[in-house]
């Protein structure tokens, strides 16, 4: 998949002021109920904010002043379950909290079949593989997506790894469904691990 930078939609963080892309950040709003939403599929309406998916912004920020002015119509029980709902979120490395965020919004085909018909289907342009994942596998997936019109083949963490992620005791394949997940990802990966 081609990365075309101008055309990224760049987003600040609340929290550190820093300015990314804005599918590396983690979206939430805020209803005109003064309920505090975390959007993952960043569509929701309502006053929205972005935020690093990284702890570190999300202790800043609800530790800001910034916070307790967009939240002061919030009750307290509409901010605790913010802060559950966000923590959850958030895992220690970028690529796996983006990945569960592609989770939660329903875009991630998981093991080999759902993702060979993603492929076959072309509703995928990111198929990830586990590190630890057998050859065959990976041989398997390279070819069925260089016949396919090449999605981007990806390989990193390992099946217990991304297992925990998605809640199973291992996943050596899954595929993102969304582009703008996909584009997301690949921002975050190392340029030498880009194109298997
Ligand atoms: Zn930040």
């Known amino acids: 998949m081609r ?13 550190c002021g820093g300015k990314k892309d804005k599918f590396t950040l983690i979206r939430f709003v805020i209803s005109k109920d003064h309920a505090l939403m975390p959007d993952p599929g960043q569509k929701l309406a309502g006053r929205g904010y972005y935020l690093c998916p990284l702890m570190d912004c999300f202790r800043k920020l609800i ?4 916070f307790r002015k967009i939240t002061a119509g919030s009750s307290a029980v509409q901010k605790q379950n913010f802060i559950w709902e966000y923590k959850e979120m ?3 490395d970028r690529i796996q909290s983006l990945v569960g965020l592609a989770r939660r919004a329903g875009k991630v085909a998981l093991g080999q079949q759902a993702v060979q018909a993603a492929i076959k289907r072309k509703r995928t342009q990111l198929v990830i593989i586990a590190e630890d ?6 041989n398997k997936f390279r070819e069925l997506t260089n016949r396919t019109g090449g999605a981007t083949v990806f390989i990193t963490g390992s099946k217990s790894e991304w297992g925990r992620l998605f809640g199973k005791e291992s996943t050596a394949v899954f595929a993102i469904l969304d582009r703008n997940f996909a584009r997301g990802i690949l921002t975050e990966t190392p340029r030498k691990m880009k194109k298997e």
């Open 3 to 15: 990365r075309d930078s101008a055309h990224i939609p760049f987003r600040t963080c609340l929290a």
């Open 133 to 138: 994942a057998a050859e065959n596998t990976k």
């Open 90 to 92: 958030i895992q220690p």
């Open 63 to 66: 530790k800001s002043r910034r």
